[in-house]
């Protein structure tokens, strides 16, 4: 405390002096140090904790999903799927089409479920319902279609890619 | 009104419900002595420093950490797979190790300063606990990796409460969650190590500060014997707090250094049926009493060098934990050369048994 005092005292005596430009270049200098010092610190614990996301940010550079067998998918029903990190859906329709979309909710990032009794992809959550073959949203909350999958169906399985 | 006359109202609120200037007239207040030995006063601190640092990298291992039978597969991501983890989990371990070394410093400054005589009987035995608390922090968060030396480490960690007459076998199964060491075991000493001890470890270390705010800085006998005038003395507020936190960069620091050059390793995962490794030895916390055993067991082989070896050990420790009371006076201090000597007896034997266990493992 008694240091600090005097030393003040002695600048406000000599304003003009260098002093006070040397302390001030010293405080600045030890501040931007102390500021280094924390990110050096706070950069590992940040990157360690972010290691999920960026596992998933990697894994939804995925293009193309392979789903083998999936060919015989009977008509009427879904299976589901993980594309990159997130559930994806592919519907075989009654009427022979394939349909794959992603199966978040553009609400709130519900899972959504294929009715092929009512004709619709529903959202239990807020209610939210969806086109099956475009996967546009027809009504409830959803303020945007569900992303539509290019498929191709061979001997093997099925094939969806990122449209 | 302005920022000012705001910051003072918002404090002044505050200050009737909280009386923060009560605390701050007590920091303000606050000495530390000036002496030839004022080093010491720092070791308490960095044990503090080191505990908040094992509280933080803890909670970060705690975040993909998995006990049971995914114990080592958790690790292992840790160490390789996560970012920076092998980071992280180095400097736990590291920290693990400077901590209890900045302890046995402290208690042997405290020792040798006569610091727990009278009024700080408290002092010495809370701290006292809180080692021993600080040793079962070391042995159950060295099971929890799970590889070939944990795992070995464990087992015959937990063989030395067999050998208490009676209760002893039933003591280690209790321990273990049966009768070898398994996912049962880690299981446990995970629930140990980051609910009971902390429990344990948070409230007494708080009493334990206290008890130094309340009685302030020990001196030694050589500054008692100056007159008050000759004494010198710096605030806490802000010369030694300063100090204190240049110490705690420089632990910080080495730290650091130790963590990133020399990562803590992963061993092989533990296979119940493998033979334990060649050189296989205890931490260097646990070398000592260690060593102490195997050298009685040679002496006087099977059970009874196990239980002299116990005995030996309880009355060593109920000796040194009782050092306030048979050396009590303020007065003749200087002259108490009984414990002055007992400290030495036990400096010695620590270091020389630590040596000889190192030197025969090779």
Known sequence: MSESAISENIVQEHPENGDVKTRRAFLAAAGAAGVCYAAALAYPVYRYLASPSEMALSASAVTEVTLKDAQKLPAGSVLMFKFGPSPAMLIHHEDGQWVALTAVCTHLGCTVQYEPQMDRIHCACHGGVYNPYTGANVSGPPPKPLKLFKVAVNDTGVEVTRA | MTTKTMASNVYGWMDERLGISELAAFARKKTVPVHA?????????????????????????????????????????????????????????????????????????????????????????????????????????????????????????????????????????????????????????????????????????????????????????SEEAKPAAERKSMPFMPNFLRKDIAMWIISLNVLALLASVFPWALGKPYDSLAPAPMGIHPEWYFMSPFEMLKMLGSVLPGEAGEIAGLLLFTLGIVLWLLIPFYDPSKESGRRARVAHYFGLLAVFALLATTVIGYWTIR
């Open chain 2, 37 to 221: 030995q004022s080093f010491w006063y720092y070791w308490g601190g960095i044990t503090l420093f080191l505990f908040m640092l094992q509280c933080f990298t803890g909670v970060l291992l705690l975040v993909y950490y998995r006990p049971g039978v995914e114990a080592y597969e958790s690790v292992r991501q840790i160490t390789f797979v996560m970012n920076f983890g092998w980071l992280i989990r180095s400097a736990h371990a590291w920290a693990a190790n400077l901590m209890l070394f900045a302890i046995l410093v402290h208690m042997f400054s405290v020792f040798f300063m006569k610091a727990y005589r009278k009024p700080r009987e408290f002092g010495w035995l809370s701290g006292m606990v809180l080692l021993a608390l600080a040793a079962c922090f070391g042995f159950s968060g060295y099971l929890l990796p799970m590889d070939e030396l944990s795992y070995f480490a464990t087992k015959v960690g937990l063989q030395i409460p067999v050998a208490i007459p009676w209760i002893g076998p039933a003591i280690a199964n209790m321990l273990r969650g049966g009768p070898d060491v398994t996912e049962f075991t880690v299981q446990r000493f995970f629930a140990l190590h980051v609910v009971v001890l902390p429990a344990l470890f948070i409230p007494l270390l708080a009493f334990h500060l206290w008890l130094v705010q309340r009685h302030g800085n020990a001196v030694p006998e």
